[in-house]
């Protein structure tokens, strides 16, 4: 076998491993909604969306840290 084949082997294109949405939240634009939707259709996959489109957490949410 060669290397190439063993990476073939491996390969895992188009798998779905998620469910279909069936609640998003009204504040989402629609391009966050999208990337939502589809990544819960995947399953597995990670949004390498750009800088300010919404991605991170709310300035007054707590955030849990190994010191509590």
């Known amino acids: 076998m060669t290397y190439q084949d063993f990476l073939h082997q491996k390969l895992h294109v188009g798998a779905e491993h998620g469910f279909e949405p069936v609640f998003m939240p ?3 634009f629609d391009f ?3 990337l939502v939707e589809w990544a819960v ?5 990670a949004i390498f969306a ?3 489109l919404g991605k991170g957490q ?3 949410s707590p955030v849990l840290t190994p010191s509590g």
């Open 58 to 60: 709310p300035i007054d």
């Open 50 to 52: 750009d800088c300010g």
């Open 41 to 45: 259709r995947k399953g597995r996959a």
């Open 26 to 28: 009204d504040q989402l």
């Open 32 to 34: 966050q909604r999208s």
